[in-house]
Each structure stands twice: as C-alpha cells, then as structure tokens.
C-alpha cells in the first residue's frame, strides 16, 4: 500500500509547494493603532537634552516569509516623541514594549535582577522583567561562544566569574546600561501570503539588562528595552536574515498625526514612488550621502565638505532620534532662508533660543517645500511640519520653531521629524535606503523574498483582486480533491 500511494503523495507535497511559493509574492498590512493621547507637554531644552542622551546610545564601533510588528508611539515631540513596538519572548512567552531604534543594534530587554530599573512607565503601558530562569528555552551565552566575540564590535564585552558573557554600553552622558547576553525564543507572526499567516518562533540573543542609568531610568518614557535594528552582527534582523527566516530588508511608516503608530515589518514595502539612495559602505549606521539642500526649489549655500562622510562626520538615519539634527555650516543657512522667505507673511521671534514664528494663515500658504538631495539622484522632499514644531499660541495666533536643531560639526541625524508620514525602506541586502511619501494609516504591500540576497517584486496587489489570492483558492481546492482521492484509495486497498 505505501508504494501505491507514493506517487500520490509526491503530488501533494508538490502542490503544497505551490501553494505557499503562490501566496508568497506580496501581502497587504495596515496600521496598527497607537497608544492613547496624553496631554503631558515636553519643554524643547529636555527634548534636546533626551536626544544627546539618545545620540550617545549611536553605538560607533531560504526565506520564510515577512514579519509584520506592532507599532505605538508618536513623533509629537511635546508629547515625549518615541515609537516602540512589542516582542514575545520565552517559553512561555511574555511580551515586551521595545522602542524602534535604528542608530543601535542589540535588542535588549530589562531583567528581572535590575533593582533600580523603571517600574511604571507614563506612555500607560505596563513594564515587564525578562527572567531567563523562568523560561525554558532560555541559555546563557558563554564567554567561548562565538556570540560573544562578535558582540565586541558594538559594546565592551566582559567575561564575568560564572563565565557569562557580559556587556556594557556606556553613553556620552553619563547614562548607559549594562547587562549579559542570553538566547531565548522570539515569538513572531510570519506572513507567507495574502491570504496566509502562521505562528513562528526562531532562538535568538539579545541582552538582559541588570543596570540602568541616566535618561533610560526616567519613567516618562520608559519602556522595557531597546529594539536595535542596525547592521551589525547581533542585530535581530542580522540573525533572522542570516539564517534564512526572514528577508534581508525591512520597512517601517511611522504615522505623524493623531495618536501616532504604524507599521513595521522585516520585509519590503512596496510603493511605485520610493526613491532609493545607496548607503555609505563600512558605517556602523545608516549612513548616507547627503549632498545639497535646496528651499523653494533654491540650492542653500552651502559647503559640500559639511556633508562628507569621516569617522566623525556625516548623515545618519536614525528612528531613535526625536528631532532631526543639522551641522551648524548647513542649519546657519537654511534657517536665514526660512526666515528671509516668510518675513512678508508672518511675524518673526526667538522664543528661548530657538527661530520662531507667529502664524496667521495654514503653513502651506506661507512655508515653502524643503528638499534634501541625496547620491542618485534621490530626493527627500519635506512639508513644513516635516521641519517645523508647533508650539502654542501667542496672541492668537499659532507660533511654529524651527524644528530642526544645530550641530557643531560633527554627524547630521535625521530623526522621527522628517521620517514620519513616510514609508522607509532598509536594504541591506542591495546597501541602499528607499522612502516615499506615505499616508501611514493605509494598507501597503510587502514583497517577500526568493532567497536572502534576492527580492521579488510583485508588483501592487490589494484585498479585493489579486492573482496570488485566487491562485491560492485554487491550490487549496486541489489540494483538498487530492486529499479524497486518496481517501478512496486506501478504502479500497483496506477492503
């Protein structure tokens, strides 16, 4: 009877194959809902101060299918200014609110043995500890571990009595944490189609911290832990793509407006007008060539040499940051033409240090598009709230800052100011960085992979026609009339 029926089988594993090579071209995600609105406001001179805290944390030194996050938090910078996002870890699993951070690398999670550590959080989510001793498919990582000579490249790896291997990330500020690596199960939903999603789970390391200092222990913005998404070794997305689990490239729209969230995927997000640029090679960050800025159509007098890319200079791209951050020979100039453009419309002011403005009339009537232009050709066109901060009211009539900030010398940063509203993509496979502007409370289409180096693109799919959905109801259907036959077969071979 199993010789008969091997033939069969063989179809059906066949078939099978189809079926999720079928429904593995692109699927459709939508928004995820945000946390709730606050009326806390955050004075400029602590969102500056949180985002050198944050710059310090800029550490120097087969595919399955896509990964679809959560995403709350909102880029309102008077509202604290953060995304973060939630992982399911351990066995059981047990979920934590990680912030979305792609200056940094290392996912790391608040351990249970933290004494001084946040244990209440004001964006009203519930703080969890990570206890490896609780979950079964949790293991140290030793010293020998090859693991933990590839952590050296991003911390100050230390080799403790009981032979953990531990880490130290120390910030410019004073503040830093520090902690041991651990593997331990990653819970994730893995999406192989438009109409398909299965429950996944991979072992990976990330870090449990033990100390906290500075503004990680402020309960403001405290969350329970660091999601790093950079391009090193340890980094979560290194580990999955590496090993097959996921495309090399992910994507994320952070919603601007409202109560903020958005979407986060490993995966490729798809849009006919993402631009891309190539990506600085050898940087330990999202490095681009930033090469001209222009107000109004207007290139800015400015000095190519500001933007050159040196082990302390450069343009980095950074969901971590709040603001966004301009070296003081490019900041000088593009705020003078600011100013210069809309005198005739609004009311100039310094409003503790920073350039404002009273305004009357709506800021796309009397602000000018900004445009920041990259290597290939790809420009960043900014809105006026993409560079602007509304800051209450002076008489009636709204006052607007200036919202990007000025860097003496050193890296320009662009933060959650001018990523929002937008899709950005991270390839690291093709070492290239792509973004479009994007309503983000819409459903966007995801490309899923052939192999970790090589990306399919499935051209625009939506939720009422596509030829990968009725292809899949099709395979399904002969999958199912395989199934009987089958079941006949065997009736008869049992009589």
């Known amino acids: 009877m199993r010789a008969s029926l091997a033939p069969i089988l063989a179809l059906i594993i066949i078939f099978s194959s189809l079926l999720f090579s079928a429904t593995s071209a692109a699927t459709v995600l939508s928004l995820h809902r945000a946390l709730p609105p606050t009326h806390h406001r955050v004075q400029l001179d602590r969102l500056r101060a949180r985002d050198r805290a944050r710059h310090g944390r800029l550490l120097q030194n087969v595919v399955g299918g896509v990964v679809d996050f959560s995403v709350a938090g909102s880029s309102d910078p008077y509202l604290v200014g953060l995304y973060f996002t939630k992982v399911k870890l351990g066995s059981p699993p047990k979920e934590y609110n990680v912030q979305i951070d792609t200056g940094s690398d290392i996912l790391w999670i608040t351990c249970s043995a933290c004494s001084d550590c946040p244990q209440t959080s004001g964006l009203g989510i519930q703080l969890n500890l990570y206890d490896s001793g609780s979950s079964a498919t949790a293991g140290l990582i030793s010293c020998s571990d090859p693991i933990c000579s590839s952590a050296v490249q991003t911390s100050v790896t230390e080799c403790s009595e009981s032979n953990q291997c531990s880490y130290t990330f120390q910030y410019g500020d004073g503040s830093g944490t520090s902690g041991y690596y651990v593997s331990d199960a ?31 222990t402020k309960t403001d913005k405290a969350v329970d832990g660091i999601f790093g998404f950079g391009q090193g070794a340890l980094s979560v997305i290194s ?13 994320h729209c952070l919603k ?3 109560n903020g969230g958005g979407i986060l995927v ?11 640029s ?34 302390s200079r450069g343009t ?43 305004v009357s009339n709506s800021l796309a009537e009397v602000f000018p598009p900004v445009s920041l232009n990259f290597a290939a050709g790809a420009s960043m066109v900014l809105r006026p709230e993409e560079y602007l901060l509304h800051n ?20 320009t940063i662009l933060g959650d100011l001018v990523l929002k ?52 109801k099709l395979l399904t259907t002969g999958v199912v009339v395989l199934l009987l036959h089958i079941s006949v077969l065997v009736d008869i071979r049992l009589l």
């Not at 398909?196 to 100390?211: D, E, L, R």
């Not at 950074?318 to 301009?326: A, E, H, V």
């Open 316 to 358: 980095i791209v950074d969901s971590g940051t709040t603001l966004t951050y301009l070296v003081e020979e490019a900041y000088d100039p593009f705020v003078s033409t600011i100013t210069s453009v809309v005198s005739q419309s609004v009311t100039p002011l310094i409003s503790k240090g920073n350039q404002c403005y009273l």
């Open 186 to 216: 990653l819970y994730f939903d893995m999406i192989l189609g438009q109409s398909f999603m299965a429950n996944s789970s991979a072992a990976i390391v990330f870090g449990c911290s033990t100390y906290q200092s500075g503004d990680l």
């Open 239 to 251: 580990q999955l793509s590496y090993r097959g689990i996921t495309p090399k490239v992910f994507s």
């Open 278 to 311: 190539p990506l600085v090679p050898s940087q330990p960050h999202y490095n681009l060539y930033l090469q001209s800025i222009a107000v109004n159509g207007q290139l800015l007098p400015i000095d190519p040499i500001a933007f050159t890319t040196s082990n």
């Open 256 to 258: 601007g407006d409202g």
């Open 266 to 276: 490993l995966g490729e997000i798809l849009e006919p007008s993402i631009v891309y």
């Open 421 to 472: 509203d937008k899709i950005v993509v991270y390839d690291l496979a093709r070492q290239r960085l792509g973004w479009a502007n994007y309503d983000c409370s819409l459903s966007v289409n995801v490309s899923v992979t052939s192999s970790k180096d090589e990306f399919i693109n499935a051209g625009q799919l939506s939720e009422s026609n596509s030829s990968g959905d009725m292809l899949f």
């Open 392 to 411: 209450g009211f002076v008489d009636g009539a709204a006052m607007w800052c200036i919202g990007f900030q000025k860097v003496q010398g050193g890296v």
